[in-house]
């Protein structure tokens, strides 16, 4: 029991602190940044706008992306409209009709999911660049030509940009994810200046056009086009001059649901992707993968057994380390639980702390769950957004 406890805390431990301390000594040795070129910005580039009843944001969207400080005949906004059933169409519509040639709407019925509707809308698509970023997104009005000047470099195939909470400091499900994000973000900055960043987000990725290619309808297209990239011998890189904004989930209740279907569709993209991961990817990348992605979706697993092996550790040894670790160890969980039902005293260190606990074992409990779906054969397939994002 000892040992399983020692292997399951050095993983969270090594998941957690040692792998993103690492990668970021990596990056910091390496420095291996996007050369950006200012005269390489007439890349012809196609906006792609998934949306799915997106009424309430479409139309800021769509004139955030008119705006933006581009040449307008190298653009254009594509929205994908999948299975909508409120005004999303008729609204995109006005637009079509008001700047023909700069907006275009393809409307998808099947209720087949976002990566199907992708794969429909985009077979006959020809630009240098496709830009993809979430309905919900705004971009900086220098977006289009900063990802323009990173395609200077030839071995570049996509690039991600960086992505800002807007509500962050809301207490809560959307300041514990802002904190998170950030997190996340300089990970994925320490990866690409080692080399290639590990999967890119919806919010802002950019490829290559020529780079695309059909995926099955129950993978992450996000994630299964950017690895893409690198599994057809291209850089995936991170660069923070590329701005987005977005608005968290403000709630539990609206995260945790989303968690677990990205986990249970990242879970079946891993899958779709794993051997061809081990054919084309360097040893490096494989532990930057593992590392960042894969060892991360089991954390629940390994939080289980250590919790367990802790307690029968207390229950049968002497003295009074192991039992107060154990009582850490629950009082850890009962903060995060407190904080999801909203029970906590309103302490503002205690509550900060809470919410991150929360967070932890919320992403994590989710994480666990879409896993065990995918294991056990789930695919999903179709996509809810959370409201309060919007």
């Not at 000892?2 to 602190?17: A, P, R, W």
């Not at 990866?191 to 099955?216: H, Q, T």
């Not at 993978?219 to 690895?227: A, E, G, I, N, R």
């Not at 060892?295 to 049968?316: E, G, H, K, P, Q």
């Amino acid at each position: 029991m000892v040992t399983i406890f020692s292997i399951s805390i050095f993983i969270l431990i090594y998941i957690y602190f040692l792998f993103p301390l690492i990668i970021y000594i990596c990056g910091a040795l390496k420095k291996d940044s996007v050369k950006q070129d200012v005269s390489n910005t007439d890349k012809t580039i196609v906006i792609v706008v998934p949306a799915h009843n997106e009424e309430a944001v479409i139309s800021r969207k769509i004139e955030n992306h008119l705006a933006l400080d581009y040449e307008h005949n190298n653009y254009k906004i594509l929205v994908i409209s999948d299975t909508s059933s409120d005004n999303t169409v008729e609204i995109t519509n006005t637009y079509v009709d008001q700047y023909p040639g700069r907006v275009e709407l393809f409307e998808v019925n099947d209720g087949l999911g976002k990566t199907n509707a992708i794969n429909k809308a985009l077979v006959n698509i020809d630009c240098d660049i496709l830009v993809f970023s979430d309905a919900n997104v705004y971009l900086k009005s220098d977006a289009l030509l900063q990802i323009s000047k990173c395609y200077a470099d030839k071995n570049i195939g996509g690039v991600a940009g960086q992505l800002i909470y807007t509500n962050d400091d809301v207490e809560g499900a959307a300041q514990s994810n802002g904190l998170y994000w950030k997190y996340e973000e300089m990970i994925k900055k320490s990866e690409s200046l080692s080399g290639s960043m590990m999967g890119a987000d919806g919010s802002i990725f950019s490829i290559k056009r020529r780079l695309l290619r059909e995926l099955p309808v129950h993978v992450l297209d996000d994630f299964c086009s950017s690895m893409g990239v690198i599994n057809q011998g291209y850089k995936l890189k991170f660069d923070d001059t590329i701005t987005a904004y977005e608005k968290g989930a403000e709630s539990t209740a609206e995260e945790f649901p989303r968690k677990v279907r990205i986990s249970n569709r990242s879970y079946n993209s891993y899958k779709h992707l794993r051997a061809e991961c081990f054919k084309t990817l360097s040893l490096f990348d494989l532990w930057k993968l593992y590392s960042h992605k894969v060892l991360r979706w089991y954390s629940l697993f390994f939080m289980v057994s250590a919790l367990v092996s802790n307690l029968f550790i207390a229950i049968s040894e002497e003295g009074y380390i192991f039992t107060s670790v154990l009582i850490l160890h629950v009082l850890f969980y009962i903060m995060a639980a407190l904080s999801w039902l909203n029970k906590l005293p309103n302490i503002p260190v205690i509550s900060k702390v809470a919410a991150i606990a929360e967070y932890f074992t919320m992403a994590n409990v989710a994480a666990g769950i879409g896993i065990l779906q995918s294991i056990s054969g789930k695919k999903t397939i179709t996509w809810k957004k959370a409201d309060s994002t919007r």
